[in-house]
């Protein structure tokens, strides 16, 4: 396929036909790369939603150099030959990102001492990042029943950020989807028929797509913060069709607190495990591990003071763990 | 007396039925249309006349129809967009009522001309009446010949159905109605792929307004240079204006486009000028979505020219001192309405009919809409006004599809406008919960016309 010319921040880049500014400027990486948190590139459909990955288009393309009239969201936006993109050079960006993050947390409970997701917390990284220290909003939040949705999953409403990367997870890795978006606006929710489980295969990916803290593991549930826990990547043979087997296991000591699948440096799964990986090999001696795994991300649980120590401590583990 | 192209047998007693639509002229286009047009003619014809989208953005209808993508193989679809559901606008249903066939002639040689073998006329919920009326009148037609296979012996297959749907502003949105048409939630879609190239069900697709749709009957039967020289400039043909509010004769009118607006408000044949006696304070020209124009600025533009009933004179100098026709919602507040309470009525509507789908939408709008609470309620203060002048201007332009900036529109004009008002409210918290009534301070400023 042809390669087209994108300059994103100043900085030029030739990528296939077809591709949305997010993944070109994700192919630049570093600092230029726009934040996203409705946008997985493993789900097909998802994005547009959350408007964080604003960006500006200065230069349309090569043969029409007008500039878009307004922000463009970058993650559903192809890019045209020639087109020249401002992300963090632009103070356009930067303030509607702002506003967006305002928004965002509008009727965010803020809970972050409580809850289960802080630490690897998409919502946590961008208001730190992009956020303002104080909010001007000032009424009551919306407010929902923490529910338990099937046998390992907690929902709480509150923490949603709307994104729909789950009902994705529903419609594409599992047989069927057992749960929705009903209501509209800020009183939308997601919810099963009637309180009915969400109970399937893969339905714990949902987990992993989530942004925020507001699809955690049961199984986990106030068990350790996640910067406690060490992670090492693992894999076992599964019988599961799709399923890759290949995961983090979250150890404190000897034991497996929890379960999750790999996330890549744009903090997304490419290959997605099943249930019983997830929530029911809770034993070292179920996988196979292959060392510490690295998290490349700015949040707190990447600050690595833990991977040296690690190698040397599950040494012994390791070789036990080996299938005889 | 103006010309009347939609509304000329109106008040024929039984123009509903099939007979007496006939009598009076009606299938004559579908006649003319598949007996001696081509497609491609038709749309030219429609071209010529300049007729615009009366749905709301006025994009020109014959540009519209020729950007559909005509890809070998792959069937078309014509969708009639009866969601009207803009506060202050009324015009379609009014249409669809009393004249139903009108509609439905309209569909056909619109159809005829983008190659539609389906189309659907897409109807809100509330107008449940309404789409018995449409299917009486297309089970007429079709008795008649003027719909299903082979019409008029021209070889032409057209189906028509009437979709109800659930009663949601955002269904409105083109690309939403077509979710909702394809039986999913009413989301809007990302553009591009815009819906002549992707639409119902990939579908090459083209969505018109109820009114659109009637006008080609008329541009057909004459002739586009006809249509074009009626109205003004590029605001050529007739326009159904929805008049509410205190005045003495509310209801639907057609008018031609470039009337001045004082003689619409004022003059006998139109809404008869203020009721009982009160002054004019303010108009929503357009329907709830366009920005407010207190009365000075709605009889004389900012240059000083006098105001007309078309898409360029009413968006005279932006939004800092205009507005837009928009679907014609033509809502009149007089002195004794309050600009607050208004606000805050409006915004609980887009907060209540947001999709929820992107962010400063869905939170914006109930941020404002508590804001506004406060104020209205006497319990605000003078940084919430810029608060609220602020969030709306976060919204504008960050969402989606148009709903966001329809939100945040209302507001920004109210602020820019009555801005003592809003400040009254502030200064005076009981005696604006005692009467709503942002008179006393902002009647100064303007210069009212009684």
């Not at chain 1, 992670?231 to 983090?248: Q, W, Y």
């Not at chain 2, 192209?5 to 007693?13: N, R």
């Not at chain 2, 304070?281 to 207190?294: E, H, R, T």
Request: aromatic share 8%; hydrophobic share 35%.
């Amino acid at each position: 396929m042809a390669l087209i010319k994108v300059t994103i921040d100043g900085i030029e880049t030739q990528v296939e036909e077809g591709t949305s500014i997010l993944n070109a400027a994700r192919s630049i990486g570093g600092k230029i790369v726009p934040p996203a948190m409705c946008y997985y590139s493993s789900l097909k459909g998802s994005g547009g939603k959350c408007r964080t990955c604003l960006v500006k288009v200065t230069q349309g393309s090569e043969k029409d150099p007008r500039p878009m009239p307004k922000l463009v969201a970058s993650c559903s936006t192809n890019v045209m030959d020639g087109m020249v993109v401002e992300n963090t050079a632009s103070q356009d960006v930067i303030d509607a990102r702002k506003s967006i993050v305002e928004m965002l947390l509008v009727n965010h409970p803020l809970d972050c001492p409580v809850c289960d997701q802080a630490g690897e917390c998409s919502l946590q990284d961008l208001s730190y990042e992009h956020g303002l220290s104080t909010t001007r909003y000032e009424f009551e939040r919306r407010k929902f029943d923490p529910i338990d949705i099937g046998d390992h999953i907690k929902l709480h409403m509150n923490r949603c950020i709307l994104c729909y990367r789950c009902l994705m997870v529903g419609d594409q890795l599992t047989n069927e989807r057992e749960h929705g978006i009903i209501g509209r606006g800020d009183h939308a929710e997601i919810s099963t028929y009637l309180e009915k489980s969400v109970d399937n295969e893969f339905s714990g990916n949902v987990i992993d797509v989530c942004p925020v803290g507001a699809l955690t593991d049961r199984t986990f549930r106030f068990k350790s913060r996640v910067w406690f826990s060490k992670p090492l990547n693992a894999h076992r043979e599964c019988t599961t069709d799709k399923c890759s087997g290949k995961s983090v296991l979250w150890m404190s000591d000897n034991d497996v607190l929890r379960v999750t699948a790999r996330k890549d440096q744009n903090n997304e799964v490419k290959e997605f495990i099943c249930n019983t990986c997830r929530f029911d090999k809770k034993d070292v001696k179920d996988w196979v591990i292959e060392g510490p795994a690295h998290i490349s991300r700015d949040s707190v649980i990447s600050q690595n003071h833990y991977e040296l120590p690690i190698t040397h401590k599950y040494k012994a583990l390791e070789n036990t763990a080996k299938p005889q | 007396m103006s010309k009347k192209l939609l509304l000329e047998h109106i008040d024929v007693p039984g123009i509903n039925t099939y007979e007496v639509y006939r009598q009076k002229g009606g299938y004559a286009s579908v006649e003319k249309a598949l007996k001696s047009m081509t497609p491609e003619t038709i749309v030219e014809e429609v071209k010529k006349s300049g007729l615009r989208g009366r749905g709301g953005a006025g994009f020109p209808a014959g540009m519209k129809w020729s950007f559909l993508a005509k890809p070998d193989g792959v069937p078309r679809h014509l969708l009639c967009n009866a969601d009207e559901s803009e506060p202050g606008t009324f015009k379609d249903r009014y249409l669809m009522e009393k004249i139903p066939h009108l509609l439905i002639e309209g569909m056909i040689v619109s159809s005829f001309a983008l190659g539609a073998n389906v189309s659907y006329i897409y109807i809100r919920g509330e107008y449940m009446w309404v789409s018995f009326i449409l299917e009486r009148a297309i089970a007429e037609a079709k008795a008649n010949g003027f719909l299903g296979k082979n019409i008029l012996g021209s070889g032409y297959d057209l189906e028509l159905y009437v979709q109800v749907g659930g009663g949601a502003y955002i269904c409105g949105e083109e690309t939403a109605l077509i979710e909702s048409l394809e039986g999913k939630r009413g989301n809007p879609r990302m553009k591009p792929p815009f819906p002549a190239v992707k639409g119902l069900w990939q579908r090459p697709t083209v969505v018109n307004n109820v009114e659109t749709i009637a006008a080609v009957v008329w541009i057909l039967n004459n002739s586009g240079e006809d249509y074009a020289k009626i109205g003004i400039g590029k605001s050529t043909g007739t326009k159904l204006i929805s008049a509410s509010g205190n005045i003495k004769r509310q209801g639907v009118y057609e008018i031609e486009l470039g009337l001045p607006v004082d003689e619409f408000l004022n003059s006998d044949e139109y809404c008869g000028g203020m009721a009982n006696g009160k002054r004019l304070k303010a108009v929503v020209p357009g329907g709830s979505s366009v920005p407010i124009l207190p009365a000075e600025l709605f009889y004389k533009t900012a240059n000083g020219d006098a105001r007309l009933m078309s898409y360029e004179s009413l968006a005279d100098g932006g939004f800092a001192t205009g507005s837009m026709l928009g679907s014609g919602g033509f809502v009149v507040y007089d002195e004794d309405a309050c600009i607050v309470r208004n606000t805050w009525n409006f915004t609980r509507f887009y907060n209540h009919e947001s999709c929820g789908q992107c962010s400063p939408c869905r939170e914006g709008t109930g941020w404002m809409l508590k804001v506004l609470n406060k104020l209205e309620h006497g319990q605000g203060s003078m940084e919430d006004i810029d608060l609220l002048w602020d969030i709306q201007r976060r919204i504008e332009g960050n969402t989606i599809c148009p709903l966001g900036d329809a939100a945040a529109w209302p507001v920004a004009a109210a602020i820019r406008h009555f801005r003592e008002e809003f400040e009254w409210h502030v200064k005076n918290p009981k005696l604006c919960m005692e009467r709503n009534y942002g008179l006393l301070e902002s009647t100064k400023k303007f210069e009212l016309v009684s």
